[in-house]
């Protein structure tokens, strides 16, 4: 069996901002430092920042007044930005500065009055975080649509007077369509100058597609919590070949691989290369031969880290 390796793959610029964020923080000012909501989705970089003294919370309430805080590579509501402010919390701000991007945005159009759709998955954080950064004092409303089906269904206060913006790390395949829907209904849709989607979740889509034209099944490593990372197994399941989601090698099993001759690997971009080799090492134990890397787009995106921990 032949094992065909996906590049790009694994960690964004926003994530491995994220990380040094938390391990600089570390560094400068010692443990506890205080994580809201997981910084990444990935179990394995979590439990290593735990390891170093990060400690993780779903809420601020939880964290001792004037402490040190991280907010989460997905954004946070400007609710939670004023409750840190009000209980003399130091703040660090992980977001992704393309998820940032979008709340500026959103902030932009809700100053004028619009009404403004978000794309996305309902209960995601940088969902949950975009929404909160709508300031209904303006007289607009924001709307989260998913799918086709809530196009039709939607309700507006004036179609013309609406935008549109999407969450950082969906298909591009199952935006498009949904883009389509609101553009057919709403002829005066304003949308974003650049697109919402970002450059590392497109480009491991696009690695991914390449990799299907070559494999019979498709491993992709990444946390099941991780939207990027469930968008690429989907890849898989409409090319009509088995793609499967793992955390790391522990979680793989043998006969998904029977009377298969070329497995695609991949990770999804809050997963370590370290899971990736581990992962490889397991199909190299049960007969798998690496011979290539399938290359995509290269990336040469850099985040600099908050001006409070460059010192």
């Not at 004023?82 to 940032?100: I, M, Q, Y």
């Not at 591009?172 to 057919?184: F, G, Y």
């Not at 990444?222 to 197994?233: A, E, I, V």
Request: aromatic fraction near 6%; include cysteine.
């Amino acid at each position: 069996m032949q094992i065909l390796l996906a590049n790009p793959r694994g960690f964004c610029a926003g994530v491995d901002r994220a990380i040094d964020i938390v391990e600089r923080a570390l560094e400068l000012f010692g443990s506890p430092i205080y994580v809201r909501h997981e910084v990444v989705h990935n179990r394995h970089v979590v439990e290593r920042l735990r390891g170093l003294g990060a400690v993780f919370v779903e809420e601020l309430d939880q964290v001792p007044s004037g402490a040190n805080v991280i907010f989460s590579a997905h954004g946070v509501s400007r609710a939670v930005v004023d409750a840190a402010a009000e209980r003399g919390l130091t703040v660090f701000d992980a977001t992704c500065p393309l998820v940032t991007k979008v709340h500026m945005e959103v902030q932009r159009y809700a100053s004028e009055g619009r009404d403004v759709i978000l794309i996305g998955h309902a209960g995601h954080p940088e969902v949950e975080g975009t929404m909160g950064r709508f300031d209904t004092s303006f007289g607009g409303k924001i709307h989260l649509v998913q799918n086709v089906a809530d196009v039709a269904a939607l309700v507006v206060r004036d179609p013309e007077r609406l935008a549109f913006v999407t969450q950082t790390t969906l298909s591009m395949d199952d935006t498009t369509q949904i883009v389509a829907a609101l553009r057919e209904r709403f002829a005066h849709l304003a949308t974003p100058r650049h697109e919402d989607i970002c450059y590392a979740t497109q480009n491991r889509q696009d690695a991914v597609k390449k990799l299907l034209e070559h494999c019979d099944v498709l491993v992709v490593i990444g946390s099941r919590s991780s939207s990027n990372s469930n968008r690429l197994r989907e890849l898989a399941e409409r090319a009509g070949i088995s793609g499967y989601l793992v955390d790391g090698p522990e979680e793989l099993h043998r006969e998904w691989f029977d009377g298969k001759s070329t497995v695609g690997v991949t990770a999804g971009a809050s997963a370590p290369e370290l899971q990736v080799q581990q992962v490889i090492e397991c199909l190299r134990s049960w007969g798998g031969e690496v011979s290539r890397e399938v290359a995509g787009r290269e990336e040469k995106v850099y985040f600099s880290l908050p001006r409070e921990l460059r010192r």
